[in-house]
């Protein structure tokens, strides 16, 4: 620590790590210099961030994220905290960009004219009020104006597709599903997955394949969520297509089908 702050002997030596601060949050938004900051062992050139206006091609945020991952250098996927940041950054993402109100039309006119009068400042100071469950006794005149559009303003977050709808649109069309099944394949015990996670001792020509002890399966599921997840979508997308006769490509059943015959749709979710 001594090596971080200036010697009193020695007035012109610099210190060898100096840690800015300041009074203004660091922007989340359209700061290319934020992740790299954040992870310098991950960004050692300081470059490569995302949403970087100077890039030729924009790339989204979640695009960006999910190539990182994909990288055959997999520090990123291994990292303990990088793949939680990004996760969370782009949750909160969704729901600050896809957040909008409603009103009931009876009084759309009034609450718009009273929502453009307000200013920034006063929606601040009643969302502060709000936040630490103060008094509103001692509100002025703007900031009930402000508390009393709660009562017809509603909040609403991003609209998911949710899988109820969709799947009652399936049977409307489609009809009534024939088969329901659970395909839960485990990578822990698949030596596919140790290929995937880099293991190049574990032969897949073999009919018995050696694979590592139980502990160490269960390391490198912990170790490289990602390789689960690439392993899950890959088990899927091969039972549909070489089971259920499923082409992917075309997005309808081959000629000759599967063990169930030729299959006119499915829906599926994980």
């Not at 709000?130 to 991003?158: C, F, G, H, P, W």
């Not at 609209?159 to 109820?164: F, Q, T």
Request: proline share 6%; aromatic share 14%; charged share 25%.
């Amino acid at each position: 620590m001594r090596s971080l702050i200036y010697s009193v002997s020695e007035k012109s030596a610099a210190p060898d790590l100096i840690i800015h601060r300041g009074v203004d949050p660091i922007p989340e938004y359209n700061n290319p210099s934020l992740i790299p900051g954040m992870f310098p062992t991950l960004f050692p050139f300081g470059i490569g961030g995302f949403e970087d206006p100077d890039r030729p091609t924009a790339l989204s945020f979640e695009k960006q994220a999910e190539y990182y991952l994909d990288l055959p250098d997999r520090q990123f996927r291994y990292h303990y905290s990088y793949i939680f940041v990004v996760l969370n950054m782009i949750q909160r993402r969704r729901s600050h960009l896809h957040t909008h109100f409603t009103v009931n039309s009876h009084h759309f006119r009034s609450v718009a004219e009273s929502i453009t009068s307000l200013s920034a400042q006063t929606l601040s100071d009643v969302a502060e009020i709000i936040e630490a469950e103060k008094s509103t006794k001692s509100l002025n005149s703007e900031q009930k104006k402000a508390m009393d559009l709660l009562r017809y303003v509603n909040t609403v977050a991003e609209k998911i597709p949710g899988a109820r709808t969709e799947i009652r649109n399936y049977f409307g069309y489609f009809g009534l599903a024939h088969v329901f099944f659970t395909f839960n394949p485990s990578p822990v015990h698949s030596p596919i997955f140790q290929v995937m996670y880099g293991d190049k001792t574990v032969d897949l020509m073999s009919r018995y394949p050696r694979i590592p002890s139980s502990d160490e399966r269960v390391r490198r599921l912990a170790h490289d969520p990602v390789a689960a997840a690439d392993f899950f979508e890959f088990a899927v997308k091969s039972l549909f297509e070489h089971l259920l006769g499923w082409d992917y490509k075309r997005s309808q059943s081959t000629e000759k089908g599967g063990i169930l015959g030729r299959i006119r749709v499915f829906y599926g979710f994980n």
